[in-house]
């Protein structure tokens, strides 16, 4: 007698009829087997919106996330409802149901049509007694339709002898390839590997050498899953890594599938995995029409044997052919609970038919088992109290800590239960303590396993107050959970950048989706490349070493298209970020060419730098000609040293002007007199100098346009004049060792050269006035235009000092007298020696023409 008939027989002595429904009865059950991309559940969906209402059971959350998505679509939200342990959306009028196997009612909710996807895993050791019982007890009123592999063929038909057994052929052809090294992967592939630490290590390969990869492990949260699917669906990346959790029903656009190993701990040992355990990861290869293909990764670890399947393996893979189960796991799905002893008893109860075993000992049993044998379990009475105690042990262990971890977990749960509902406050303090979005992998991991417990905890109907409140933040943290955590695996195993680079590489670099935002970074699909400053790219700072030589490559192909652009754009405008600093000319702050000094002229010769010569023809050849024209307008400032070094260069100034004229270019538009060597210039000779700008002072021969401050900032920027600069060129700095250009000292200030000849120019005046009327030597001289000019007035006497201005201080009124004091008395009596050595600043040693003067003199 079958452990059916039997449970039948229970229920008869416990006084409860079985379903005697003659439209239940006489329902319809078809058993639709096959390969994976057969399109079983496809059908299966069309089955039960062509119903009434309709209830499918599925193994993973994620899939019963995605066939509600479809189911929603058709039928609309009102009508459409998700059920699973830790989500429940159940609109008032919905007919038609998607779950979880665990979550899906053992009646099928009274429903037209009931589904139940993947019935192969009835032979799992830790889940297959539930699929076991929804096989063979849950039924629609009118189609009932069972999917999964043809192995579970056989006991099919033994167990649901009324089932009408159909086999779909797969749509495309699996073929086997061989080994494949990371770097030989085809696009679209998925790496199948057994471990995290193996999924972990593929991935980062890949995401060094082909761009990244997207992860999925069943320790992921389904929104993070769907999340990093989502990354692989989209092209974003172009490879997946998974655990053999990518063979159970999800649907990608893979092409190829690897097997970074072939062996896998089963909970209890490592073993091979079997032919059609291969076979269901294999088959995710190929999408409808389209072939698939799959081999082993090789290359992994040097010395050690590549992974291979054996020559029967790929056969039974190949052609579908696969040793048939022999037998499925059952528990008592109804057991007693009159006392916790016959509940465990009948829960370790054996079948008595020979194709059911009894299921091994589950994580709730043990559970069960564990705080049966403390004094907790001591207390437990009513047939009530049991029930809801082994609903308490039913409890998922989602954090994957063992069985006494979990145990104490349950044992704190049930001191709450006990006593009725778990308080909204105790619940909302242990949901906030999960609130937290940093940590790495394992730690957001961790934690979206523990809020998945309290979400689970938080749907149970008689558990939580407040339990849509509670479910509803349950739901959001875990949202928020998954979201970080697939922003870290996104941060840690893909790099966008370089797969887009990988993708586009090899094409016509016009094509390369490079672009050029207004602020110079260059971008590759949103992705940052790097800068571009002037006309110089620059590397992104962030990218890891081994990404650099691929960005430049791509730079190398792609941007003389865009730089030639930006030349041309340039040479068009009217140049206004232009200048000219150190010797060089430069944009927004970037060379663009150096300025070579040359003899004879004031105007450099461009020297482009590397970025500008590497320009297309067209563009560079524009770009320099308007280069060189706004040049030759920006030094129009240097027009008298222009006119200069033409009049050094003509022969019929004469040796002693020349040499004049080689002593003010060496000094950059002036010269001390006693520098100058003027006692050699014949008279006849001033007027041609001072028809090209000389001017002939008391102390130095200067050309006062060339002492503005827009000429000294030009000599300056050219490179040509190294000493310190004053922009503005103020009249009266304060002094010091090392005076900028065209200042010459005065006490502890120093003024501007031509400011200091017409100081001494208007003390002459005054002088010679004085002497006119009488021929004394000493006179009045009035210090207000120096003080007016910003000089002190010690300052000012020490600068008509050095040019030979002597005072004599006015005796002080006697005591008792009243008047005005009597007026230093002036007069002149230059010295040639201190003149020497108040000299302005000369140009530095090894500066442009420095010496120049004294080599030609």
């Known amino acids: 007698m079958r452990r059916v008939d039997i449970s039948i027989a229970r229920r008869l002595r416990a006084g409860r009829e079985p379903a005697t429904d003659d439209r239940v009865q006489d329902s319809a ?52 409802a998700l059920i699973t342990g830790e989500e429940r959306i159940e609109p008032p009028n919905a007919r038609y149901m998607c779950c979880t196997v665990e979550a899906m009612p053992r009646d099928g909710a009274g429903a037209a049509f009931v589904g139940l996807d993947e019935v192969q895993l009835a032979a799992d050791r830790e889940r297959g007694h539930i ?18 592999s043809a192995t579970v063929e056989p006991l099919v038909r033994e167990l649901v002898p009324d089932a009408e057994v159909s086999d779909r052929p797969r749509f495309s052809t699996l073929t086997h390839v061989g080994p494949r090294k990371l ?55 172009d490879y997946i890594v998974a655990t053999d959790a990518i063979g159970m029903g999800l649907n990608l656009d893979v092409s190829h599938v ?50 291979e399947f054996t020559e029967e393996e790929v056969y039974a893979i190949e052609e579908h052919r696969f040793v048939p189960l022999t037998h499925l796991f059952w528990r008592e799905p109804e057991p007693r609970f009159d006392s916790l002893g016959t509940l465990i008893a009948d829960l370790e109860a054996s079948p008595n038919d020979p194709v059911l075993r009894l299921a091994p000992e589950a994580i709730d049993l043990a559970t069960l088992k564990r705080l049966a044998e403390e004094p907790l379990g001591q207390t437990i009475r009513g047939p009530g109290n049991i029930r809801r105690f082994w609903e308490a042990c039913s409890l998922p262990d989602f954090r994957q800590r063992g069985p006494d971890v979990h145990a104490r977990f349950v044992a704190r749960l049930w001191q709450d239960l006990r006593g009725g509902y778990l308080g909204a406050d105790y619940v909302a303090a242990r949901i906030s303590e999960l609130d937290n979005m940093s940590g790495d992998i394992d730690t957001l991991q961790g934690r979206i396993a523990a809020i998945r417990s309290w979400a689970y905890i938080c749907q149970r109907p008689d558990w939580v107050l407040a339990r849509d409140e509670m479910a509803s933040r349950a739901r959001a943290v875990e949202a928020k959970l998954s979201d970080a955590l697939h922003a870290r695996l996104t941060e840690r195993f893909v790099n966008r950048r370089t797969a887009i680079l990988m993708k586009s590489l090899g094409e ?56 030639g652009d930006k030349a041309e754009a340039l040479a068009a405008s009217a140049l206004e970020d232009l200048e000219i600093a150190r010797g060089e000319l430069r944009w927004n702050g970037q060379p663009l060419a150096k300025l070579e000094q040359r003899d004879g002229t004031v105007t450099p010769l461009l020297q482009p730098v590397p970025e500008v010569k590497a320009l297309p023809e067209g563009p560079r050849t524009k770009l320099l000609a308007a280069l060189e024209s706004w040049l030759a307008a920006k030094l129009e400032p240097l027009a008298p040293l222009e006119k200069m070094h033409h009049a050094s260069a003509n022969p019929e100034a004469g040796s002693q002007a020349r040499a004049l004229l080689l002593n003010l ?113 000493k006179f009045v001289l009035d210090l207000a235009l120096p003080i007016s000019i910003g000089l002190e007035e010690n300052n000012a006497i020490r600068l008509l000092g050095v040019a030979g201005f002597r005072v004599q201080r006015a005796k002080p009124l006697a005591e008792g007298q009243f008047g005005p004091p009597s007026p230093d008395r002036w007069e002149w009596r230059p010295s040639r020696r201190k003149q020497q050595r108040a000299a302005p600043a000369r140009p530095r040693e090894g500066s442009a023409f420095a010496g120049l003067a004294d080599l030609l003199s």
């Not at 119903?51 to 058709?74: K, N, Q, T, W």
């Open 29 to 80: 059950i078809k058993a639709v087997l096959g390969p994976t991309n057969t399109g079983k559940t496809h059908l299966a969906i069309e089955r039960m919106c062509g119903h009434s209402s309709g209830c499918m059971g599925f193994p993973l959350r994620l899939l019963a996330r995605e066939v509600y998505d479809r189911v929603r679509a058709i039928k609309g939200d009102a009508n459409v």
């Open 131 to 148: 699929f076991t019982d929804r096989l063979l007890n849950t039924r629609g009123r009118e189609e009932t339709m069972l999917l999964g």
């Open 183 to 237: 770097s030989r992967l085809p696009p679209r592939s998925a790496i199948v590997a057994f471990s995290a630490e193996q999924v972990y290590t593929v991935a980062e390969m890949l995401r060094r050498f082909r761009g990244g990869a997207a992860v999925v492990m069943g320790a992921l949260s389904p929104e993070t899953r769907n999340k990093q699917v989502e990354l692989f669906q989209n092209g974003e990346v």
């Open 258 to 307: 690897a097997f970074a190993g072939l062996s896998k701990f089963d909970g209890q040992r490592m073993r091979r995995l079997l032919p059609a355990e291969m076979a269901q990861i294999a088959g995710r290869a190929g999408r409808h029409q389209r072939d698939g293909t799959f081999g082993t990764l090789g290359g992994q670890n040097r010395g050690s044997a590549t992974p």
């Open 508 to 563: 016509n670099p016009d094509l390369l989706p490079i672009e050029l935002a207004e602020d110079g970074a260059v971008s590759v699909e949103g992705e940052p490349m790097g800068t571009i400053e002037g006309l110089r790219f620059t590397v992104d700072p962030s990218a890891r070493h081994e990404d650099r030589r691929m960005l430049l490559a791509a730079a190398e192909k792609a941007l003389p298209r865009l730089l």
């Open 665 to 777: 270019i060496a000094g950059h538009g002036y010269t001390s007199r006693e520098k100058a060597g003027i006692e050699h210039l014949p008279k006849e000779m001033r007027p041609f100098l001072r028809k090209i700008g000389v001017t002939f002072g008391a102390l130095d021969i200067f050309s006062p346009l060339l002492l503005k401050p827009a000429s000294r900032q030009l000599l300056h920027a050219l490179g040509v004049d190294r000493r310190p600069l004053q922009e503005a060129m103020l009249p009266v700095i304060p002094g010091g060792k090392k005076l900028p250009s065209g200042y010459r000292p005065a006490g502890d200030q120093a003024i501007r050269i031509d400011l200091a000849e017409k100081i001494l120019r208007a003390a002459h005046e005054t002088r010679a006035k004085a002497q006119a009327k009488d021929r004394r030597r």
